[in-house]
């Protein structure tokens, strides 16, 4: 159970890199957006090294990055205006759907 709970922390952190990737965008925030990707890449890097211990390696990794483009996906929108399409909603929903089959499998 431990492990899973660090997978999850991993995963968000995944989300964290490409907002701060997207804050850089921004001028005002060019030096902390890329602050902020470089310390949750490496955060949640370590924290996936660590959950791999115990979590067969292909489901870590899809769990991981599940929740990093879900995640990614869901902050677009609420903080960037990115379009709330049906597609991509659907696409994001089999992602999500493929991550808790990994799970109970």
Do not use: N
Request: proline share 3%.
């Amino acid at each position: 159970m431990k492990a899973w709970i660090i997978l999850l922390l991993a995963g968000c952190f995944e989300i964290g890199w490409p907002l701060g990737l997207r804050l850089a965008q921004s001028g005002a925030w060019r030096l902390a957006g890329m602050a902020t990707a470089v310390v949750c890449m490496a955060v949640s890097g370590y924290l996936l090294f660590l959950a791999q211990r115990h979590i067969p390696m292909g489901t870590a990794y899809a769990v991981w990055t599940g929740i990093g483009a879900a995640g990614a996906f869901i902050s677009g929108v609420l903080f960037f205006g990115e379009p709330l399409q049906f597609m991509r909603v659907a696409a994001v929903a089999l992602i999500v759907t493929g991550v808790i089959l990994l799970k109970m499998a």
